[in-house]
């Protein structure tokens, strides 16, 4: 099956395009390369043996969607394409509305001209806000803090509307928790441009010497060791959810909608120390204030994606820093330039 990969460049679309195509899909990538550089497509054969067909260009441009999808006779679009950084979302929100929320109308409309049926979103725990409790089900209450959250809530809900509208279509939400990690051959992973906003790639460019320390935001918040608690998954078992939805949501019309997570939470501390521990490196750390927006703590219920998708995230917290480490030694300075 051919299946259309926005943002496929980028750090969860690669990880997902070399899992499609290990399961025997044929992904086609799509990216304009705003977050991401064309060596992932080098990377992604060393890995997997296969180039996979690649076309820059941008999810708010219809023809180029149209064009994609009915030359390559697609049959399912993975969605990943957006912008993503939260506090640069307070900075610039119609970029984040006119990527994240346009592009998507684009795509689906798209879509629908070219008669592909099949849509799976990347969407965020961040829809759940500051949740009452954990852990969070798919049926807690959405909201949203700043303008990157309310891109994805948007999104979902004219997605939702959409699939109510025409409901041969198969539309599946998936919300990640925290991914982290990397391939395990180390060919790839996550390279943030700049400074990183989140935790593991920072902790990781602390442990390669790029950073001195890490600032741990906020000592005080009333979990075990006062730092903020998440739901860390493995890249690899992002992936591999993106697959089950594929084979056992993308085949049923409906609107699917899932947590991708672990259902285990870990500190701020835990995760440091579980990198030192995986690169054999000290990582200083400082406290500092709370970073504004943030929440205590955060973690997965992933039991429906386990029922409906046979879908469970298997690696441990040991595989996501050891692998995160593998990549981060052995390209210190990320993806080569273009
Ligand atoms: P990423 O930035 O590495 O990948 C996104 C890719 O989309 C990049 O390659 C970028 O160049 C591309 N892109 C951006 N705007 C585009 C446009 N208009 N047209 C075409 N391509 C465009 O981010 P990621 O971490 O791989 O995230 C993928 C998706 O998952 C995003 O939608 C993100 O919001 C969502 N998500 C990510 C996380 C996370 O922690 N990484 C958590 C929850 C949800
Ligand atoms: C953040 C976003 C969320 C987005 C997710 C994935 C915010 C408020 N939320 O989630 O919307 O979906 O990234 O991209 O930005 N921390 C430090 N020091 C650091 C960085 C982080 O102590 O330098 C702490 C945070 O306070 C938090 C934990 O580490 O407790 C994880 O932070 P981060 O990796 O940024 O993810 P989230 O905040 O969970």
């Not at 290990?22 to 992604?44: H, M, Q, T, W």
């Not at 891109?151 to 509208?165: G, H, N, P, R």
Request: hydrophobic share 35%; glycine share 8%.
């Amino acid at each position: 099956m051919n299946v259309l990969v926005t943002g496929g460049t980028g750090y969860i679309g690669s990880h997902t395009c070399i899992q499609l195509i290990e399961a025997g899909f044929n992904p086609v990538l799509l990216d304009n390369l705003y977050n991401s550089k064309k060596a992932v497509l080098e990377r992604i054969k060393r890995v997997t043996g296969v180039e996979p067909l690649f076309i820059q260009a941008d999810v708010r441009d219809k023809n180029a969607l149209i064009n994609a999808l009915q030359a390559n006779n697609i049959e399912a679009v993975i969605h990943f394409a957006g912008l993503k950084a939260v506090g640069e979302s307070v900075e610039k929100p119609l970029e984040y509305y006119d990527n994240n929320v346009h592009g998507t109308l684009v795509l689906a409309d798209a879509m629908r001209e070219a008669g592909v049926t099949r849509l799976i979103f990347s969407s965020s725990a961040t829809v759940y806000g500051d949740p009452a409790s954990v852990p969070i089900t798919e049926s807690f209450p959405t909201s949203a803090t700043n303008p990157y959250g309310r891109s994805k809530l948007i999104v979902e809900e004219c997605l939702t509307d959409f699939q109510t509208a025409n409901p041969d279509w198969s539309i599946t939400l998936l919300r990640y928790f925290n991914p982290v990690g990397s391939h395990p051959s180390g060919s790839l992973g996550e390279d943030p441009q700049g400074i990183p906003n989140n935790l593991m790639p920072y902790v990781a460019q602390v442990a390669v010497g790029r950073r001195e320390c890490v600032s741990v935001f906020g000592d005080d918040y009333p979990t075990p060791d006062g730092t903020g608690v998440r739901d860390y998954i493995h890249v690899m078992d992002l992936a591999d959810g993106h697959i089950a939805a594929l084979k056992h949501a993308g085949s049923k019309p409906g609107l699917h909608v899932y947590n991708l997570g672990t259902g285990n939470g870990y500190s701020v501390l835990d995760m440091i120390d579980a990198f030192a521990k995986a690169s054999g490196k000290p990582i200083p750390y400082q406290f500092v204030t709370r970073r504004p927006g943030d929440i205590a703590e955060c973690w997965a219920d992933p039991s429906k994606a386990q029922r409906e998708l046979h879908w469970q995230a298997t690696r441990n917290l040991e595989e996501m820093t050891r692998d995160a480490w593998r990549w981060q030694s052995s390209n210190p300075q990320g993806y080569p330039e273009d």
